[in-house]
């Protein structure tokens, strides 16, 4: 459905522009101009009185009428409503209402039905059971549970209406019911128990049921919900989405065990059912946190695409886990102190700060602080061994990597400068838009990464020393930013001339020098792109769980004798990527076990830097 005009400064004048150009072609005698005018002004104003009572003219006309509405594929949105309300004006509610559900499901926020006619009793009296249900059931369809604030205002006619029909009808129990699943959305779940168990009473149905259940389930009445359900059960006990619905009210309700006991029966009904294997696969992984679970379902939604809710259920679980979802924040010492600065309102103005660290840090946390306080100098107290300034071949000789061709940082002594140029202004505003929005899993990343397919490799590596600025200025932003700009840099080089296979790709040689370069956040930048490809190419899974392992053994390796600030990074990719070596990751897991059971897991000892450096503050 069209509907045009959008992105007006002021939709009432706009409305009452079109209202005066409507008069003017009538008083000409065109009325097909004429309602051309007033469907436009409906959908600017569909509030505006003046716009009714010249519609209302239009439809008493001898040549009026609806005919002056065409809805013909694509109908416009304005002619919809138009039409709709010039039944109403000749007495044909019947023929009105489901026209103004589908405008109210094309922009469930406008105000399309706010007519008197939908206030009055009349109208109530007058239409059809049948028809209201079917009505209140498509709009709720296409509602959110709840509805917002402005959506809820714009249903305001569509509830006096549900109320003045059961005032009419108020034992009718396919009305009573299919009332209670639009109540429940707009917020009125009491009203809405009410109506189900009503509809119940009249008649026991699988609907009433089922309504009832939703309506207990939104107050959060989560056994007589789940009753209701087996009522409902009852009437079609082959259901095996209501098999996956008790499952996961039973997981809400914190029975998770017994909500994967209903899901798994549906699944020994039908293994691949579109409802209950997703479920199964997120309810599998709240319970033990087998990342093999995420894949099983993202295996299925690459295999089935479009699905909703294994996407929707991907989505949710992915947000539990570092990586899969949301990026672990930075640990380093500088990015504390920045922290602390913006707590206290940055250091004073016309002041310099300097800072002294125990060894050196990641190159790219340094960035974050020139560039959040562009006066701040930092000096390095010592270089520990193995140095973390040099590529991995050149401090271990352990690992299928040997050499590491290109570098984002050179050094000059302890100070670290870009090695690579400025990206091009394309690259800059497109990654300032991709980076501005999160992930909802590492599948979906990849896929929307692809926008980054056309850049060149140098534009994508220069990028992550040169970032764009982000649309939040403050200085506390510019690390997870950076963070940010770099994980997509690199997801978009793993679109980097996909035609070749990944075995022996220019991607995953350039993901590669960035993995086993200096130590920085760029390695795992790096090391997430490589996870994502394994998530959506099963070809690469093995290669890729071997370089992601050997990245954090070798870190590991490194931590006995310094401080390794992406090690528990590392940790958490390594729990990111699917087919990992059992081995590697329990260490992986023990390893962030150990972290979180140290001294600074909840701030309390107040060292910025903890086990992995410290930083000394001097304002001069």
């Given at each position: 459905?069209?509907?045009?005009h959008?992105?007006t400064?002021?939709p009432r004048?706009e409305?009452?522009g079109e209202?005066?150009?409507?008069?003017l072609a009538?008083?000409?005698?065109?009325?097909?101009?004429a309602?051309g005018?007033?469907?436009?002004?409906?959908a600017?104003?569909p509030?505006?009185?003046?716009v009714?009572e010249l519609?209302a003219?239009?439809?008493v006309?001898p040549d009026g009428g609806?005919g002056?509405?065409?809805?013909?594929?694509?109908?416009?949105?304005?002619?919809v409503v138009?039409?709709?309300?010039?039944?109403?004006?000749?007495d044909?509610p019947?023929?009105?209402?489901?026209l103004?559900?589908?405008?109210?499901?094309?922009?469930p926020?406008g105000a399309?039905?706010?007519?008197?006619?939908?206030y009055?009793?009349?109208?109530?009296?007058?239409?059809?059971?049948e028809?209201v249900?079917?009505?209140?059931?498509?709009?709720?369809?296409?509602l959110?549970?709840p509805?917002?604030?402005?959506?809820?205002?714009?249903?305001?006619?569509?509830?006096?209406l549900?109320?003045?029909?059961?005032?009419a009808r108020?034992?009718?129990?396919?009305l009573?019911?299919?009332?209670?699943?639009?109540?429940?959305?707009?917020?009125?779940?009491g009203?809405?128990?009410a109506?189900?168990l009503r509809?119940?009473?009249v008649?026991?149905?699988?609907?009433?049921?089922m309504?009832?259940?939703?309506a207990?389930?939104?107050?959060k009445?989560?056994?007589?919900?789940?009753?209701?359900?087996?009522?409902?059960l009852?009437?079609d006990?082959?259901?095996?989405?209501?098999?996956t619905d008790?499952?996961?009210?039973?997981?809400?309700a914190?029975?998770p065990?017994d909500g994967?006991?209903?899901v798994e029966?549906?699944l020994?009904q039908?293994?691949?059912d579109?409802?209950?294997f997703?479920?199964?696969?997120?309810?599998r992984?709240?319970?033990?946190?087998?990342l093999?679970?995420?894949?099983a379902?993202?295996?299925?939604?690459r295999?089935r695409p479009g699905?909703?809710?294994?996407?929707?259920v991907?989505?949710?679980?992915?947000?539990s886990r570092h990586?899969l979802?949301?990026?672990?924040?930075p640990?380093?010492a500088?990015?504390d102190?920045?922290?602390?600065?913006?707590?206290?309102g940055?250091?004073?103005e016309?002041s310099?700060?300097a800072?002294?660290?125990?060894a050196?840090?990641?190159p790219?946390?340094?960035l974050?602080?020139r560039?959040?306080?562009?006066?701040?100098?930092?000096?390095?107290g010592?270089?520990?061994e193995?140095?973390?300034?040099?590529?991995?071949?050149?401090?271990?000789?352990?690992?299928?990597?040997?050499?590491?061709?290109?570098?984002?940082?050179?050094?000059?002594?302890?100070?670290a400068?870009?090695?690579?140029g400025p990206?091009?202004?394309?690259?800059?505003?497109?990654?300032?838009t991709l980076?501005?929005y999160p992930?909802?899993?590492l599948p979906a990343?990849?896929?929307?990464a692809?926008?980054?397919?056309?850049l060149?490799?140098?534009?994508?590596?220069?990028v992550?020393?040169?970032?764009?600025a982000?649309?939040?200025?403050?200085?506390g932003?510019w690390?997870?930013?950076?963070?940010?700009?770099q994980?997509w840099?690199?997801?978009g080089?793993?679109?980097?001339?996909?035609?070749?296979?990944?075995?022996?790709?220019e991607r995953?040689?350039?993901?590669?020098?960035?993995?086993?370069?200096?130590?920085?956040w760029?390695a795992?930048?790096?090391?997430?792109?490589?996870?994502?490809t394994?998530?959506?190419?099963?070809?690469?899974?093995k290669?890729?769980?071997?370089l992601?392992?050997?990245r954090?053994l070798l870190?590991?390796e490194a931590?006995?004798?310094?401080a390794?600030?992406?090690?528990?990074?590392f940790?958490?990719?390594?729990?990111?990527?699917?087919d990992?070596?059992?081995?590697?990751?329990r260490?992986?897991?023990?390893?962030?076990?150990?972290?979180?059971?140290?001294?600074d897991?909840?701030?309390e000892?107040?060292?910025?830097?903890?086990?992995r450096?410290?930083?000394?503050?001097?304002?001069?």
């Open positions: 459905m069209a509907e045009g959008e992105g400064a002021d004048l409305a009452e209202l005066s150009m409507a008069r009538l008083e000409g005698g065109d009325l097909r101009h309602a005018h007033v469907a436009r002004a409906l600017f104003d509030r505006l009185p003046e009714h519609l003219r239009l439809a006309h609806p002056l509405y065409p809805v013909d594929q694509p109908a416009y949105l304005g002619d138009a039409r709709a309300h010039t039944f109403a004006v000749l044909h019947d023929q009105a209402l489901p103004l559900v589908t405008a109210q499901c094309h922009r926020d399309w039905a706010d007519a008197a006619w939908m009055e009793r009349r109208t109530a009296e007058r239409l059809e059971p028809l249900r079917n009505s209140l059931l498509r709009l709720a369809g296409a959110g549970d509805v917002g604030e402005q959506v809820l205002s714009a249903l305001r006619p569509y509830l006096a549900v109320d003045l029909c059961l005032e108020p034992e009718e129990p396919q009573l019911w299919a009332a209670s699943m639009l109540l429940r959305r707009c917020g009125r779940a009203d809405a128990v109506l189900a509809a119940e009473a008649e026991p149905s699988f609907h009433a049921a309504a009832a259940g939703y207990f389930r939104a107050e009445r989560w056994e007589e919900a789940e009753r209701a359900w087996l009522r409902a009852q009437f006990p082959g259901n095996l989405a209501l098999h008790i499952g996961e009210l039973l997981a809400t914190g029975r065990r994967l006991a209903w029966r549906a020994e039908d293994p691949q579109p409802t209950a997703p479920t199964a696969c997120g309810m992984f709240s319970l033990d946190g087998r093999e679970h995420l894949v379902l993202a295996d299925h939604l295999e699905g909703d809710h294994p996407d929707r991907l989505t949710q679980s992915s947000q990586w979802g949301p990026i672990p924040p640990t380093e500088v990015v102190v920045l922290h602390r600065l913006q707590e206290q940055g250091a004073p016309g310099r700060l800072l002294t660290v125990s050196p840090e990641p790219s946390a340094l974050a602080l560039l959040a306080a562009p006066g701040c100098t930092v000096e390095v010592a270089v520990p193995p140095d973390p300034r040099l590529t991995v071949p050149e401090v271990a000789d352990r690992g299928p990597v040997r050499a590491v061709e290109r570098r984002l940082w050179r050094y000059r002594g302890t100070t400068e870009p090695a690579v990206p091009s202004d394309q690259a800059q505003e497109a990654l300032r980076a501005s992930w909802r899993h990343a990849y896929d929307d692809v926008r980054l397919s056309a060149p490799l140098e534009d994508l590596l220069g992550m020393a040169h970032p764009p982000p649309p939040n200025v403050a200085a932003v690390p997870a930013w950076i963070r940010r700009v994980a840099a690199c997801l080089i793993a679109h980097h001339r996909a035609d070749q296979p990944w075995e022996g790709s995953r040689s350039a993901l590669i020098d960035l993995a086993f370069g200096p130590e920085d760029a795992e930048a790096a090391l997430l792109s490589m996870a994502a394994a998530w959506v190419r099963p070809e690469a899974r290669d890729v769980a071997g992601v392992a050997w954090f870190a590991m931590a006995r004798t310094r390794v600030t992406v090690l528990d990074s940790a958490h990719l390594v729990r990111a990527v699917p990992m070596d059992p081995e590697v990751l260490l992986a897991e023990e390893a962030l076990r150990d972290d979180s059971d140290g001294p897991a909840t701030g000892d107040g060292d910025a830097g903890d086990t450096g410290t930083a000394q503050e001097r304002e001069h």
